[in-house]
């Protein structure tokens, strides 16, 4: 079965960045879109970023935008999120997730209800 395993979680201060991947196996990588969410303590789950199957798009929300980048290295079915600048509110539990009915689309989702796949999430913490 699919496995999506997040690692480059940690507790960081106001200001640090941090690299987070996600690792994926028995999936067809190559032919499927990822994606970054995050749930913060009493929250809901927020879209943070997505790239396309192809690499060439990529989407960002709205309190990440600037300040984190998503990547993929297809070689190694492997996506990361970099993430600088980082701030409290970014606090969350974050998790990577898959999409394999994208191949041959345009389409990129930020909703999570498009995903088929999710890993167990890696915490994040950020001290102000």
């Known amino acids: 079965q699919v496995q999506l395993v997040e690692s480059g979680g940690g507790l960081v201060q106001a200001g640090d960045s941090l690299r987070l991947s996600c690792a994926a196996s028995?999936?067809?990588?190559?032919?499927?879109?990822m994606g970054w969410f995050r749930q913060g303590p009493g929250q809901e789950r927020e879209f943070v970023a997505a790239i396309g199957w192809t690499g060439r798009s990529t989407y960002y929300g709205d309190s990440v935008e600037g300040r984190f980048t998503i990547s993929r290295d297809n070689a190694k079915n492997t996506v990361y999120l970099q993430m600088n600048s980082l701030k409290p509110e970014d606090t969350a539990v974050y998790y990577c997730?898959?999409?394999?009915?994208?191949?041959?689309?345009?389409?990129?989702?930020?909703?999570?209800?498009?995903?088929?796949?999710w890993g167990q999430g890696t915490q994040v913490t950020v001290s102000s």
């Open positions: 028995r999936l067809p990588f190559a032919r499927s879109n």
């Open positions: 997730a898959a999409d394999e009915t994208a191949w041959g689309t345009n389409d990129v989702y930020t909703d999570g209800k498009h995903y088929d796949y």
